[in-house]
T-cell receptor
Framework: KAGVTQTPRYLIKTRGQQVTLSCSPI?????VSWYQQTPGQGLQFLFE???????NKGNFPGRFSGRQFSNSRSEMNVSTLELGDSALYLC???????????FGPGTRLTVT | DQQVKQNSPSLSVQEGRISILNCDYT??????FLWYKKYPAEGPTFLIS???IKDKNEDGRFTVFLNKSAKHLSLHIVPSQPGDSAVYFC?????????????????WGLGTSLAVNP
């Protein structure tokens, strides 16, 4: 079974721009969660989508948004990028919620 | 304030010996705990989990112990192998809504980097 894929793997953006990251979950998984990983803060939960609906949300500003399509693929958008948004963004899929999530390799975003 | 704490940023053990990774939490509402392993340039990989109704769960070389009164859990790896060298994350979950299966989110520790020396 193919794993979770994330595109692109690396991104360099300028402050003020916006960015869209993509995640394709494991086939059959309906839950997709997004995390931000930084050295000082560890993994911070952004949001979870299940069957195209946002089911849970972390404590991030409204500049961070996401969506899920009918095929369970998910996108995350960050608008008006700030230097502090530089991080590894991880996507995880599971059949049901947070139990035994399977992670993709992440997208490394650098904001200059 | 970190609700899940892994107080040892790094740990070094000899091959064949036991590795013990520790995790403390502050939220008494956490009722499900997971350990993940992460290699460089890869996403975390699920290792083992434990529900708060248990105090021990074992899977091969990996055992997780939960001490609810102390709000402490630990991951034991026996015997340790060089391939176990990775960053280990502890994560905890609580129910955030009425539907226990659907309304949960994970709170993660900062990780412990384990080095197993041949």
């Amino acid at each position: 079974k193919a794993g979770v894929t994330q595109t692109p793997r690396y991104l360099i953006k300028t402050r003020g721009q916006q960015v869209t990251l993509s995640c394709s979950p494991i086939s059959g998984h309906r839950s997709v969660s997004w995390y931000q990983q930084t050295p000082g803060q560890g993994l911070q939960f952004l949001f979870e989508y299940f069957s195209e609906t946002q089911r849970n949300k972390g404590n991030f500003p409204g500049r961070f948004s996401g969506r899920q399509f009918s095929n369970s693929r998910s996108e995350m958008n960050v608008s008006t990028l700030e230097l502090g948004d530089s991080a590894l963004y991880l996507c995880a899929s599971s059949y049901q919620g947070v139990y035994e999530q399977y992670f993709g390799p992440g997208t490394r975003l650098t904001v200059t | 304030d970190q609700q899940v704490k892994q107080n040892s940023p790094s740990l070094s053990v000899q091959e064949g010996r036991i590795s013990i990774l520790n995790c403390d939490y502050t939220n008494s509402m956490f009722d499900y705990f997971l350990w993940y392993k992460k290699y460089p340039a890869e996403g975390p990989t699920f290792l083992i989990s434990i529900s708060s109704i248990k105090d021990k769960n074992e899977d091969g070389r990996f055992t997780v112990f939960l001490n609810k009164s102390a709000k402490h859990l630990s991951l034991h790896i026996v015997p340790s192998q060089p391939g176990d060298s990775a960053v280990y994350f502890c994560a905890a979950s609580e129910i955030t809504g009425r539907n226990a299966g659907n309304n949960r989110k994970l709170i993660w520790g900062l990780g412990t980097s384990l080095a197993v020396n041949p």
